[in-house]
């Protein structure tokens, strides 16, 4: 379904790409209020097309996702939203140099876009940075306290990772409710973590 779906837009976007190419003026000037609207609305298109793909398991998808950053790029690459995907298609390869690269360069574009600090935050924890994933969380969070996956995630580091557990867990029990007026996808994983932090603390208070 993902792939049916991808490959309609793709055609559409590349049919519509060549007819940009073909009619709009020299690129030196700037494009007319029209043209701008007509690639903003398939740039969206084909970042929702990605995003989706990268939340797939398949590696066909995953495929898919980099056909679509492709065109994206193409239409738009000084986009901050394109430089955050292209961040999430290597994250995803396991290639977590290039993934620092492109939030780095999302943020060059943008440092107030809170996304990327929430994913290079995934990348110092993963290197063990605990400090510096801390303080890039709080920055996501400060840029924008909706961020609800970036509230989550930051729970559920504190809870892993803090020394002072039972202060830290109840911290992390309030930010996982406030996450959980979040969209259905993301509420169900503050869900299952909710009740991962509830059996420690069960197990703690048997102690």
Do not use: W
């Amino acid at each position: 379904m993902i792939n049916n779906k991808l490959n309609i837009i793709l055609q559409n976007v590349i049919l519509f790409t060549s007819l940009l190419l073909v009619a709009c003026v020299p690129m030196e000037q700037p494009r007319t209020p029209e043209e701008m609207m007509l690639v903003e609305n398939k740039l969206v298109e084909l970042l929702i097309a990605a995003n989706t793909a990268l939340e797939s398991d398949s590696k066909n998808d995953l495929g898919d996702a980099e056909a679509a950053l492709k065109i994206a790029t193409a239409l738009k690459s000084d986009d901050v939203r394109v430089q955050d995907a292209l961040g999430c298609l290597a994250l995803k390869q396991g290639d977590l140099e290039q993934a620092k690269f492109y939030f780095q360069q999302a943020l060059a574009l943008d440092n107030t876009y809170d996304p990327a600090y929430a994913h290079l935050a995934m990348i110092a924890e993963r290197n063990n940075d605990l400090l510096i994933a801390r303080q890039l969380y709080l920055l996501a969070l400060q840029h924008n306290p909706l961020n609800y996956q970036a509230r989550n995630n930051y729970a559920v580091f504190l809870v892993k990772h803090s020394k002072h557990s039972a202060e830290i867990r109840k911290f992390a029990q309030q930010e996982l409710l406030a996450a959980q007026h979040s969209y259905d996808r993301e509420g169900t994983l503050v869900k299952k973590n909710l009740k991962k932090i509830k059996a420690q603390d069960n197990t703690a208070h048997k102690k």
